[in-house]
């Protein structure tokens, strides 16, 4: 297992997490699985043997079950991992039961300690913007839950580029905690992360960490053109995440994916993983599985490489358009782009 440094940190993490999304089963999250405590403790075991040292969940997945599991699952082995939570979704029926209010982020870390049965979290990230609360205060109350020992590190997840660039400069005016890391939606079937998001993380030493890697599984290999949809699948039972705007290109992809794995004896989503992986300003991508079957297949993908024949199959059926401004500057600028630049626009140079 390799371990990278998370953005402008000292800590290191393994390029696979764990996700706990599956933990519990409650409520909407029965539709991408129903994990109990027992298959919970074989998943942790599994991912600690292959050197994974990081766990992901939060407060919203299973109103809690999901923390409560993990926790139980880690035991005695909570100090040798890092875990982190989230916190921003609704989790009561009263007015200030969600959001990034001071009132609300220490109310949801305190009780999230609880449930994970551990007196500090190693990464508190804010699970989505709040265009309601004053950043000032999202960060004040950060700082405290730092300086309270409670939380290690702090990052944010589902932001903007400029929802990031606002809470970095507010911390740095105010002598605030930084976030070190942003959890964000990437995969070959939804990259625009690389517009703004992976720029960011290049140019301000950001982490990456990435969920839902195989598109709620589109990217399995098990959704084929002119195929049903399987029996017993996230999008079978209607999860909505992501959305599929171009269904053909989406097949395409799947093809290359498939036509890889074939001639390689893997499976497509070693090879979607994989891809990831390889892919610049990327820090750890958080898998998640139904069964011990799926997670086996995931973990092997931390050993596996692409070629560069490979690498360009899937750039070339999953690339991005240039919107504007990029096209404007990969057509004006091209003389003066950085390496923050060029992560989104060098592909587009070598078409010209």
């Known amino acids: 297992m390799e371990y990278r440094q998370l953005g402008h940190s000292g800590l290191k993490v393994s390029v696979l997490s764990l996700g706990t999304m599956t933990f519990g089963g409650e409520g909407k999250f029965a539709k991408t699985g129903d994990t109990n405590v027992s298959e919970a403790r074989e998943q942790v075991a599994m991912c600690i043997d292959a050197g994974i040292n990081l766990f992901d969940t939060a ?42 209010s001071r009132h609300h982020l220490i109310r949801a870390c305190e009780a999230s300690l609880r449930r994970l049965n551990t007196d500090y979290l190693d990464l508190y990230q804010l699970h989505e913007w709040d265009g309601m609360t004053p950043v000032e205060e999202t960060l004040r109350a950060l700082k405290h839950l730092v300086s309270s ?54 140019d301000q030493g950001l982490g990456v960490l990435v969920w839902s890697p195989l598109a709620g599984g589109l990217l399995s290999g098990k959704y084929r053109r002119n195929q049903r949809t399987p029996e017993g699948t996230r999008h079978m039972a209607q999860w909505g995440e992501p959305p599929v705007r171009d269904q053909e290109k989406l097949y395409d992809i799947i093809d290359v994916l498939v036509a890889i794995a074939d001639a390689r004896g893997l499976s497509a989503a070693q090879v979607a993983l994989a891809w990831l992986l390889q892919r610049p300003t990327v820090t750890s991508v958080v898998i998640g599985a139904r069964n ?11 050993s596996l490489t692409l070629n560069q024949d490979e690498l360009r199959q899937l750039e070339d059926v999953s690339r991005l358009p240039l919107l504007y401004p990029y096209w404007h500057q990969a057509r004006t600028a091209a003389d003066r782009l950085s390496v923050a630049d060029l992560l989104l626009i060098e592909p587009h140079l070598s078409q010209k």
């Open 59 to 100: 407060d919203v997945y299973s109103a809690g079950k999901s923390e409560e599991i993990l926790g139980q699952a880690l035991g005695d082995k909570r100090h040798q991992v890092l875990v982190a939570s989230k916190a921003r979704f609704p989790m009561g029926n009263g007015p200030n039961d969600a959001g990034l």
């Open 149 to 202: 020992g409670k939380v290690r590190y702090v990052g944010v997840s589902n932001f903007s580029g400029w929802h990031i660039m606002k809470h970095l400069g507010a911390a740095a005016l105010t002598g605030s905690v930084r976030p070190v890391s942003q959890q964000i939606h990437y995969s070959l079937q939804a990259r625009e992360a690389e517009y703004e998001l992976l720029p960011i993380a290049q």
């Open 292 to 302: 011990r079957q799926q997670l086996t297949d995931n973990l092997h993908a931390a």
